[in-house]
Structures are given as C-alpha cells and as structure tokens.
C-alpha cells in the first residue's frame, strides 16, 4: 500500500504488513493443526467405544451359545 499511494511512513518499518501478514498466517496453520488434533480426538474416541461395544457384544453372545448348547446337552429335542 506504501508503494502504491508513495506514501513516506518514518515511524512504521517497509517490511511490516509483510511480517504481520507471516504472523497471522503461522497463527492460522497452528491453530488448524490443533482443531485437527481435537477432531482426531474425537474421532479416536468414538472408534474405541464402537470397539469395546463390539467385544462386550461378543463376550455376551458367547455366553449365550456357550448356555444354549449346556441346556441343549441336558435336554436333547424329543423326536
């Protein structure tokens, strides 16, 4: 902008909006990186309770067959 309007600022450095502008940009690739991690988080959480559901399911459904064949064992199907 200095450049464009030839304007003569003493007090603020050439290279200002520059460093400003490398700042907000490093600023925003942090905070990107963090929100992804909260996302990955998340996500990991979300994976690991559908898999500890799943082998709380099959514990139980093992119990099932596992008392299903006993109780087939003590009484066979009359014919």
């Known amino acids: 902008m200095r450049h464009a309007l030839?304007?003569?600022i003493d007090?603020?450095?050439e290279m200002f909006s520059v460093e400003i502008a490398v700042l907000l940009?490093?600023?925003k690739?942090?905070?990107m990186v963090h929100r992804q991690q909260k996302v990955e988080h998340?996500?990991?959480w979300i994976l690991n309770t559908?898999?500890?559901q799943m082998n709380s399911t099959a514990v139980?459904?093992?119990r099932i067959e596992k008392?299903?064949?006993e109780f087939t064992n003590q009484n066979p199907p009359e014919k």
Do not use: A, C, G
Request: neutral net charge; aromatic residues 20%.
């Open 11 to 13: 007090f603020i450095p």
């Open 67 to 69: 008392t299903l064949e």
């Open 42 to 44: 998340f996500q990991f």
């Open 60 to 62: 139980k459904i093992r």
């Open 50 to 52: 559908i898999e500890y």
């Open 29 to 31: 690739i942090l905070w």
């Open 25 to 27: 940009v490093s600023i």
């Open 6 to 8: 030839h304007l003569n």
